[in-house]
């Protein structure tokens, strides 16, 4: 296939820490996709980080060594500019709940609005995922609790001492 006519979507986010939901998302994915481009924000807004940017860069790439079409990069500065320098036209996102919706919907619109060939698909994780967020297993982790089976294998060996 011509480069020119490969299905390239992008899966933004901040993924601090990558997790389940996430990996069961970028799973999906694979089967509708040539290529999967998982893009982590540099958002200096969000603070007190688990792991800085590079660092979740290095960790991605390692749980997706082994899957042909992904990769990852890391952007900063307007979406549909990065979609711009990779070639991509469809950005993942993933839905939850009703309660992701909102601001999802507004900023599917406002990245159309920005460049109107862009489109937004979103995919719901399978039901044990749906509560998961980066956020409530930072919070677990940092209190202590375990966080097996909530992130990949790779993610949980890296997570640094309390
Ligand atoms: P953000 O910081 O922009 O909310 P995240 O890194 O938390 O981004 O998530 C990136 C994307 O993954 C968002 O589309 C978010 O809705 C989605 N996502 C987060 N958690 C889950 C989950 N448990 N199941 C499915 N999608 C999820």
Request: a negative charge; aromatic letters at 8%; glycine letters at 6%.
């Amino acid at each position: 296939m011509a480069s020119g006519s490969l299905r390239i979507a992008v899966y933004p986010g901040s993924f601090d820490p990558l997790h389940n939901g996430h990996f069961d998302i970028i799973e999906r994915c694979r089967p509708l996709f040539d290529e999967l481009v998982v893009a982590v924000l540099r958002n200096t807004s969000k603070k007190d980080p688990l792991f800085s940017v590079d660092e979740r860069v290095a960790l991605i790439d390692e749980v997706l060594r082994d899957h042909a079409g992904c990769r990852v990069e890391s952007f900063e500065g307007l979406l549909v500019h990065f979609m711009e320098r990779v070639g991509a036209r469809t950005i993942v996102r993933g839905l939850r709940a009703v309660s992701d919706f909102e601001s999802e919907f507004q900023m599917a619109l406002m990245n159309r609005r920005l460049d109107p060939r862009v489109e937004t698909v979103f995919l719901t994780p399978k039901e044990e995922y749906s509560y998961l967020s980066s956020r409530l297993v930072k919070e677990v982790y940092l209190l202590g609790g375990d966080c097996t089976g909530l992130v990949p294998a790779e993610v949980l060996a890296k997570m640094p001492g309390r």
